[in-house]
Structure formats: structure tokens, C-alpha cells
């Protein structure tokens, strides 16, 4: 019991010793110099593709502005854990003073509070003209822009155009049918059509196959509607196509990102969905997947055709402050981190798409090339389900479709079980 | 019939042995596998842990390892993780010892109420707390230390804690503290002396409980700290996740390492920490 009691003691003195374990004391010493200095807790960091490009900008920014402004990233690796930080710190009103904000309609209902600081002035000059104007308009609530409109993204169809050479594919089918016959030849080839997953906590590569369809059957608003419109069950009906007959691998019911992302990578599969961040991944893990990749509209459905699903990833934001010197430095380091030179340097290096105007250089990547040209020849963008939906019925939708593939549910019922969700 | 009995005695008890390695071959087996499997996908690529998880690496990949102390800086985190859930444990032990001790040999006015009130703690969930415990730490101005951690997990402990040791000393036979008071041993003495050394396999059971729950903790981990000098490992493995992607065979690699320590010193204590957690249970 006593050496129990020593080492513990022992410990508690060391802790209390310690210098570095004691509250970041060299931060306000910076403050007493006149330096300002501003936190910013960020998931960029580690393994994150952006990790790299935002702490080169981040040295040169506090370079540029030595004895004036320092901003000190705060590394958060986890990004679900780092929304729960963000939202705990603005219900006890203490907000960052820099942080990634969450363009969802939770995260949106701070901006009725005076937590947030407000960037509608800056937005009202030349500033603007920096970026894509739509995502401003989403970034502005009843007059106010309390968030920098930041990384977007648009999930189209990847497709490995060499897999569909092989099966005499000349060209992505531009309707249904035509892509169900394309099917048929893959498979004739030994080649799995498409990649679905009924796991992880949305379903992401067979959600975002829904959101696409759901776009074609009722165009921009077709998510709008409740879910008790006839529209959902018909879009579950073509879904459920892509996982008959062999369209799909055997372990896409219950499999995740890993399987879905995993079979198109093997080449086991040739056709794929996903965002631009999976673009360095693709790269380095499966280059010849890589160069074979080319992007394109889903196959027309319904009525509308060559849309996209596309979103706001993240936002930048700041805490309000009353001090005229923190808000001009917190201003002057979203103007740094908006500058289209900038951005353009994340967006090469990360294969992030950003809601900022800026062109690609020569040497960009080709594939990151293709997401630009299905943007800008995308008909119309709209979000994916999980822009619409609160995340229980998102979380169900996974649930929903493995049942309704499974014949346990008909498309109907798979609807009723988002609807019980909600 | 005595050699045909003994003849039987032998076969059942070959049979028991047959028996007994089976049931230990697979429980070893059961625990030993996932293990090997981790040390085994440490090695891998991702993709080949994606399509085949349970086959051997191609080319073992020994630049996970280097990743993994690389990017999440390992080392630190390992001392703040021991130094953290060393002292939260230390702590809760004196304070639910003295809280057990009190409520379970002890009465005085609203002892039952004042305990429910402790034990209701037990229900509820620690995601419920962020806000109050973000803002408390703030304003004791301990926000982004050790002692964030070590105080948060040290309350969140107490009452389950308590619910053990209370639970235990009740059960001690109170012949033992009369004895000693008739020796004249005080209030302080019965504690320390008497009651506290009985206990010790209850304190083994609530200080393990205590010290892994602060050893993996995350949230917490993450709300109450930003500088990585004083994070933990919990927070140094989820380096390898991020918001798309995760690096999976490094994750395993950093896993594999931060087990290493533990695993030796249990191969070079394990005498003493086995006679530490059985000795108490034979006196009571």
C-alpha cells in the first residue's frame, strides 16, 4: 500500500513539475508583445490530403505577418469528433477563433446567435468576386454570411474506360437501358459492372447512386419533396437494378467504403462513385486504375439528364470579437487563405474542388482535370440525400437497401423504413 | 473390478485432460488470432487488407511502422496516456475509498439519499456532460492540460467507482473494526488500517475498471485539449483516420506499438502483478 501511495505521489509531483503539461503560456506571452494570435482547430492534419498544402500556407501566412499575426494550428484528427468539439464550444459560446465550419442546417442555426463573426461587409466588396457566387448565396442566411464558403464537392460516375474497352464500350451509356446492356457485355467479360455498399454509416457509394437517380426522375428540387412522394419508391426500384442479376460484387450487401473503393481499385469492378478526395488515394494505391478513369453524368432515368450531385464541404468561420485588431487579422487571414493562388495550390496538391474561381495549372492532375469539366458541364447540381435528411434517416437508408435487395422489402416498404426513421 | 474401475478412472480422466485442452486450445486461440491478424495487417498495403484481409502481405510493409511513430508522434502521447491514467486512477481510488468507506460502515443523517445521488451518476451518459465540463474547465482555467483530463475522468469515475467499493467494504465483517476500536483505534485508523488493506481486490477491480476507461477515453480527449503536448494515444491513433480515407495497416502498425510496452512489463512483472491482485482475496 505505501509504495502504492509513493509512486503516486511521485507522479502527481512530476505532473505538477512539469513545464509543458502547464496551459499554453507561451501563446499569451506572443499576446502581451502585441502579436495577435489566433487558434485554429483544424482535421486537416495527419493523413488528411490537405494536411500538407494548409500547413505550407499556414508558415507562409505567419511569415508574411511576423510580430503581427500568428495562427497556431490546432491539430483534430478525427473529423466526427472534431464537429462534436465545434458545436460543444458554441452552445457554451466559445467559439474558436478560426475554425471549419460544418455547411449543414444544424451547424446553420448558429448563425441566429452573435457567436459567429460576420463577414457580410467584406462579402459586399471586391472579395466576392473570388468566389462561385451560388456558393455564397448558401452561405448567406437572412442577409448575413457568418461562414467563408470553402471546399465543395461533386460526386460523379467514375468509370474505367479501359475495363469498358475490353468489353466493346466505346462511349458511358447515356441512358438506363443502354448502361443495363453495357452491364451485360462487362459481365460476358468477367468484369463485376458496379461497385454498391450497404454498409458503413450511410451507404455512401450506393446513397450517392440514389441522389443521382433521384435527380433524373425529378430534376434540381426532387429531394425537396417528402418522402411519401412516389418518387422515392421508383428511384429504389432502378437502385435496386444495379445490385440484380450480377450488377454488383457479392459482399456489396454489408460491405463499406473499403469494399466499394477496394473492388474499383482491384479492377474488379468499372464503375465507381465518389468526390475528388479520393483522387490521391486512387493515385497511389492504383495508378493504372487511375489513368484509366474517366468521369461522367449517372445514366438518364427519368425526365432530366446530365445533372451532378454536388455539395459545400466545409466552411471557414471565426468567433465574434469586439476587438477592431483580431477581427482585421482574422479578415485578413480568410482573405489570405480565399486568394485564388492559394487555393489553386491545395486544390493541385489535395485534388480538392473549392467553392473559390481559380484554374488548374499544367500540371494538375488529369483526373482532377475530369471533375472540373463534369462540373462545369453538369445541367443542374443538387445534394446528395444526405443534404436533405436528417442524419437518422441517412443512417437508415444502408438498413433500408439491404433489405429491399435482399427481397425482404419492396421498394415501397424500403421507403416506410426512411419514413419510421425520420 | 477394482483394475476395471481403475482402468475407467484412467480414461475419464484422459478424457478430462482431452477435454480441458480443448476448451484451452480455444479460448487461446479465440483471444490469440485477432492479435496475429493485427500484427499481420500491420504489415499489409491497404488494398490488400481491403480485398484479402486474411492473407500474408505481399512485401511486408515495414513503412508502416515508420508512419506510424511519424505522423502521430507516438512516444509523447504513450507518457501523457500513462501519466493520465495513472494519476485519474490514483485519485479516484482515494476519494471513492474514503466515499465507500464512509457510506458503508458509517451512519449519519441522509447517508442513503446522498449515496443514490453518487450512484444515479452511474445513468448517466458522459456525452451529456461536454458543455458543463467544457465550461468548467475553462473557467478553472485548466483548459488544454493534463489536469483537465485527470480531473474529468477522475469525476466521471466516482460513481461507479463508489458503487464497487461501496459495495465490497459492506460486505467485510464488522467484528474486525470493533476489535480494533477496542484496541483504540481511531476514525482515521479503522480507514487506513483495517478496511483499506481489506479492500484491495475491490480496489484492484475498481482501479482497472477506472484506469482503462481513461486509457481509451476519446471525446473528452478531444474536447478538452488542443496542443499535442499534452493529448493522448487514443487521439495519436485516430491520425491515420481522416474525414475520407483511412489508413488502416498504419493505424495497426501505431496499435501494435502502443501495446509493446504494456505486453513487456506484464512479461516482467507478471508474477507480481498476479500475487498483487489474489493476495487480498485470501484474507478476507
Known amino acids: 500500500m505505501k509504495s502504492i501511495v509513493r509512486g503516486l505521489a511521485l507522479l502527481l509531483i512530476i505532473a505538477i513539475a512539469v513545464p509543458v503539461f502547464a496551459n499554453g503560456g507561451s501563446d499569451a506571452a506572443m499576446e502581451e508583445t502585441g502579436e495577435i494570435v489566433l487558434s485554429f482547430p483544424t482535421f486537416w492534419v495527419g493523413q488528411d490530403s490537405k494536411s500538407g498544402p494548409i500547413a505550407t500556407l499556414l508558415e507562409t501566412f505567419n511569415n508574411e505577418n511576423t510580430g503581427e499575426i500568428k495562427v497556431l494550428l490546432e491539430p483534430n484528427p478525427d473529423t466526427d469528433g472534431y464537429r462534436d468539439k465545434i458545436n460543444t464550444q458554441l452552445s457554451s459560446g466559445r467559439a474558436p477563433d478560426i475554425f471549419v465550419f460544418n455547411p449543414d442546417p444544424t451547424t446553420f442555426q448558429y448563425y441566429d446567435s452573435d457567436i459567429l463573426m460576420d463577414f457580410t461587409d467584406e462579402f459586399s466588396g471586391s472579395w466576392r468576386g473570388n468566389f462561385v457566387e451560388s456558393y455564397v448565396v448558401d452561405s448567406t442566411k437572412n442577409g448575413a454570411t ?44 468477367g468484369i463485376v459492372p458496379t461497385s ?17 437517380i433521384m435527380g433524373s426522375l425529378g430534376g434540381p428540387d426532387a429531394m425537396k419533396k417528402p418522402l411519401t412522394d412516389p418518387i422515392y419508391a421508383e428511384a429504389a426500384t432502378v437502385l435496386k437494378k444495379l445490385y440484380s442479376d450480377g450488377n454488383t460484387t457479392r459482399d456489396a450487401v454489408g460491405g463499406d467504403a473499403g469494399v466499394s473503393g477496394g473492388h474499383y481499385m482491384a479492377a474488379d469492378t468499372a464503375v465507381f462513385i465518389n468526390g475528388p478526395w479520393y483522387i490521391g488515394r486512387i493515385r497511389g494505391d492504383a495508378p493504372e486504375v487511375h489513368a484509366a478513369t474517366m468521369l461522367s453524368s449517372a445514366p438518364k432515368v427519368g425526365e432530366y439528364e446530365g445533372n451532378q450531385v454536388g455539395f459545400m464541404l466545409s ?25 485564388p493562388d492559394n487555393v489553386k495550390f491545395i486544390s493541385e496538391s489535395a485534388g480538392s474542388l473549392f ?30 440525400l444526405h443534404n436533405y435528411f436528417p442524419v437518422s434517416v441517412i443512417q437508415e437508408f444502408g438498413q433500408a437497401l439491404a433489405a429491399l435487395v435482399l427481397d425482404e422489402a419492396t421498394p415501397e416498404e424500403f421507403v416506410q423504413m426512411l419514413i419510421d426513421a425520420q | 473390478m477394482s483394475i476395471v474401475r481403475t482402468n475407467d478412472q484412467g480414461k475419464a480422466q484422459v478424457l478430462g485432460n482431452i477435454a480441458k485442452w480443448i476448451v484451452l486450445i480455444f479460448f487461446f486461440t479465440f483471444t490469440f488470432i485477432p492479435l496475429l491478424w493485427l500484427l499481420i495487417s500491420s504489415f499489409k498495403t491497404n488494398l490488400e487488407l481491403q480485398l484479402k484481409p486474411f492473407a500474408m502481405p505481399k512485401i511486408w510493409q515495414f513503412t508502416n511502422y515508420a508512419n506510424a511513430v511519424k505522423i502521430s508522434g507516438l512516444p509523447r502521447l504513450f507518457l501523457n496516456s500513462i501519466m493520465i491514467s495513472t494519476v485519474s486512477t490514483g485519485l479516484t481510488m482515494i476519494v471513492t475509498s474514503m466515499a465507500g468507506f464512509v457510506f458503508s460502515r458509517e451512519r449519519f443523517p441522509f447517508r442513503q439519499g446522498l449515496l443514490n445521488l453518487i450512484l444515479a451518476g452511474v445513468l448517466v451518459p458522459i456525452i451529456a456532460l461536454m458543455a458543463p465540463y467544457f465550461r468548467l474547465t475553462n473557467a478553472l482555467g485548466i483548459y488544454d492540460s493534463i489536469w483537465a483530463l485527470i480531473f474529468t475522468y477522475t469525476a466521471i469515475n466516482i460513481p461507479i467507482s463508489t458503487f464497487l ?16 476500536i477496542m484496541d483504540g483505534t481511531g476514525f482515521v485508523g479503522r480507514y487506513w488500517r483495517i478496511i483499506l488493506p481489506l479492500t484491495k481486490p475491490g480496489m484492484v477491480t475498481a482501479g482497472t475498471f477506472v484506469f482503462l476507461f481513461s486509457w481509451n477515453e476519446f471525446i473528452y480527449a478531444m474536447l478538452l485539449t488542443s496542443r499535442p503536448a499534452v493529448r493522448t ?11 475520407f480515407f483511412t489508413d488502416y495497416t498504419s493505424m495497426f502498425a501505431a496499435i501494435v506499438l502502443t501495446m509493446l510496452p504494456t ?11 498476479i500475487k498483487g491482485m489474489t493476495s487480498g482475496a485470501l484474507k478476507g
Not at chain 1, 469498358?164 to 443502354?178: L, N, V, Y
Not at chain 1, 471565426?318 to 486568394?339: G, H, Y
Open chain 1, 196 to 212: 454498391q455498399m450497404t454498409g458503413g454509416s450511410n451507404a455512401w457509394t450506393s446513397m450517392l447512386w440514389y441522389s443521382h
Open chain 1, 355 to 384: 467553392a473559390i474561381k481559380y484554374e488548374l495549372g499544367a500540371d494538375a492532375d488529369p483526373l482532377q482535370r475530369e471533375f472540373v469539366r463534369v462540373s462545369s458541364e453538369a445541367t443542374f447540381v443538387t445534394g446528395g
Open chain 2, 233 to 243: 494515444l487514443q487521439l495519436g491513433i485516430r491520425f491515420f483516420t481522416s474525414q
Open chain 1, 315 to 339: 466552411n471557414l468561420a471565426a468567433a465574434n470579437t469586439d476587438d477592431p485588431r483580431r477581427r482585421a487579422a482574422v479578415v485578413k487571414f480568410m482573405k489570405f487563405i480565399t486568394e
Open chain 1, 146 to 189: 457568418k461562414s467563408v464558403p470553402f471546399e465543395i464537392a461533386i460526386t460523379p460516375i467514375w468509370y474505367n474506360a479501359d475495363l469498358f474497352k475490353k468489353a466493346g464500350i466505346s462511349e458511358f451509356p447515356a441512358t438506363m437501358d443502354e448502361f443495363l446492356a453495357a452491364a451485360d457485355k462487362l459481365k460476358a467479360n
Open chain 2, 165 to 180: 467499493l461501496y459495495g465490497f467494504m459492506r460486505t467485510l465483517p464488522r467484528e474486525l473494526e470493533e476489535a480494533a
Open chain 2, 263 to 273: 505486453i513487456i512489463i506484464y512479461i516482467v512483472l507478471h508474477e507480481q502483478i
